[in-house]
């Protein structure tokens, strides 16, 4: 069902926004299945490095602190930001990025059973791939994220920003010409 209603969206011209139902997601049912503790669970953080003064940029690393999320920020209602807020999200990060270490969860979390894409009995059926049909999600504070995704591996870079409630993801690819400051 996804790979045809991808097509029928570009094939209408639509490849840019994309909307899906919002759903009934509890915060506090979901603080309760966070467990840092879970084997499951990998808790760590991020930590920001401004790169050269006037470069324009900001490496990011993995840090060996685990401060604690701040649920208070989930609660937070949040707009669409207009394109000259999406501008200074982006610049705030490369040019005057965070001193503090970020929170970063990911792990498996059952929040919304029975609502997953069946990827069918060849990932399902096979051990090897046990992680890849089993519901995962990323939590962390503001500028929290996951330094390296597989396009990452084939000269692609990117940054992007996920927004709780709404939806909201924004999503900034990075020009090949720079990726050699990364």
Sequence with gaps: MLVP??????GEGDSQHSSVPLRNVDLAHMQERVKTTDEKWQTTSTRYEAGPKGEGYARIYVSSSRP?????GFTAE???????EIESIFEKYALDPPQEDIPYYIGNL????GERLDPGPEIT????LKDL?????????PGSGNRTHGEDIKNFRSYNEVYFGPGYKLWLAIEKHHIAKI
Excluded: F, Q, S
Aim: hydrophobic share 30%; glycine share 8%.
């Design 125 to 128: 059926g096979n051990p090897d």
């Design 5 to 10: 209603r991808l097509a029928e969206m570009e």
């Design 133 to 141: 049909h089993v519901a995962y999600h990323h939590i962390g504070g």
């Design 68 to 72: 604690p999320i701040n649920w208070e």
């Design 78 to 84: 949040c707009k669409r930001p207009t394109l000259t």
């Design 110 to 113: 059952d929040i919304l059973p």
